[in-house]
């Protein structure tokens, strides 16, 4: 039954069926299966990962429950194999999850690829509800909340406690209830369909196994200037990869990325830089700075043509903060549109950042302002502003807007262009 605002709030300490046994051996997590495929419905899913701790973000524990099923708690590190003895059922039912983004590479890496996605945190946007969290969403609809203070605790250390044990089954023990109302909530509003579209795109984008961060994704890499210090960004990230992974401990424990690039920017200075304290007083050790300082000589070795390209200077548009100045129709564009859009999201309850992300936004406003004349109103078109009304839906889709939020965002976009080129 959905709860009543003016209810209070009951705190759930413990799972109501009690703490679950760990399924850690192979005939356990079979038991776990068969259960699992006697149930009804989707199965409620979550993991507990130790990144903070280990070399990457694969799954230490993994919650499931399900109608008829009970919750059930499976050690993938105990029992390799677990993975395997439950994909038959895993792999052919609808799951739900809260936060989706964050546990399925966990679980693509287990072997397991769920046919139907249901994200509750999803749902709690697409409501319009300012907490989103597990514990929040709980409170809100269902007047029950649950503690979310072990998330960042070594779930990689055997044994699990007891009090660790039972906040991670108390993770899904409310999922299906939470789902059930939520898109009762949904449906009534009409937006069960913008929800389902949000989860397949949730399913597709992250159904990949755990990988190790890729160095063209660290934080700053833009501001290096010059192929060489690419090339030693590349072959210092590989390498502190490659350490971290054989001692099985977080990259940034080998060396912090910002340190790693401090390296790239002056790699003559490589070894008086990696022999100092990095930010929060850790030294590389001397194993690792011996390796790391090779993978810089190698890079400075390492033949011209050989090294990574330069990212296009400023991608293809100028700095939106130098607009207002240079380029007066794009900015005249972009705050118009970015206050269509904060009152769409005032009418709907849905947060900006919900319906568009800012930098599509910022997109979508300059290849409008560069559109060729024949596209704008009074350009002697037969109909400019269905010319327009199709340049922004293609301009929106190629930035990957589904097509709820082409439908919510065309017709509020529209008339800035027309008021503003017209």
């Not at 439908?407 to 008021?419: A, F, G, Q, R, S």
Request: charged letters at 25%.
């Amino acid at each position: 039954m959905p709860h009543h605002p003016d209810s209070p709030v009951q705190h759930l300490s413990r799972p109501r069926e009690g703490v679950p046994p760990v399924a850690d051996t192979a005939d356990a997590v079979r038991r776990v299966a068969e259960v699992l495929r006697d149930g009804r419905g989707p199965i409620a899913v979550d993991t507990e990962r130790a990144s903070g701790f280990r070399f990457d973000d694969r799954a230490y524990l993994v919650q499931v429950r399900r109608e008829g099923a009970g919750t059930h708690l499976v050690d993938p590190a105990l029992v390799p194999g677990a993975g395997d003895l439950l994909a038959p059922v895993m792999n052919d039912s609808p799951w739900i999850l809260h936060a989706g983004h964050s546990d399925l590479p966990a679980l693509t890496s287990l072997g397991w690829r769920t046919p139907q996605l249901h994200d509750t945190q999803v749902a709690g946007r697409l409501l319009g509800y300012g907490q989103v969290g597990l514990a929040g969403m709980l409170g809100d609809l269902l007047g029950v909340t649950v503690a979310k203070d072990k998330g960042r605790e070594d779930w990689s250390a055997r044994p699990i406690p007891t009090a660790m044990l039972s906040y991670a089954a108390l993770d899904v023990e409310l999922l299906i209830e939470l789902l059930d109302t939520a898109m009762s909530r949904l449906t009534s509003l009409g937006r069960a369909e913008w929800y389902h579209q949000e989860c397949q795109r949730i399913r597709v984008d992250w159904s990949h196994p755990v990988q190790p961060q890729d160095w063209r994704e660290l934080r700053g890499i833009g501001s290096l200037r010059n192929r060489r210090g690419l090339e030693v960004a590349r072959r210092l990230t590989e390498e502190r990869t490659r350490i971290a992974r054989e001692r099985d401990i977080p990259p940034e424990q080998v060396l912090r990325s910002s340190s790693l690039l401090d390296v790239a920017k002056s790699p003559s200075q490589a070894s008086r830089q990696l022999s100092r304290p990095q930010s929060g007083g850790r030294r590389v050790d001397r194993a690792a700075r011996t390796d790391l300082l090779q993978a810089v000589q190698d890079a400075l070795a390492a033949d011209s043509s050989t090294l990574p390209t330069l990212p296009r200077s400023g991608a293809r548009r100028p700095d939106h903060r130098h607009w207002a100045q240079d380029y007066p129709r794009a900015h005249a564009l972009l705050q118009g549109f970015r206050g269509a859009v904060g009152d769409l999201s005032g009418d709907t309850g849905i947060r900006v950042e919900d319906l568009i992300v800012i930098r599509h936004l910022r997109s979508v406003a300059w290849d409008v302002s560069q559109a060729s004349v024949a596209t704008v109103p009074g350009s002697g078109s037969e109909d400019p502003v269905g010319d327009v009304e199709n340049l922004l839906g293609s301009l929106l889709q190629d930035c990957g807007c589904r097509p709820w939020q082409l439908n919510l965002l065309v017709p509020v976009l529209l008339p800035v262009v027309v008021d503003l080129l017209g």
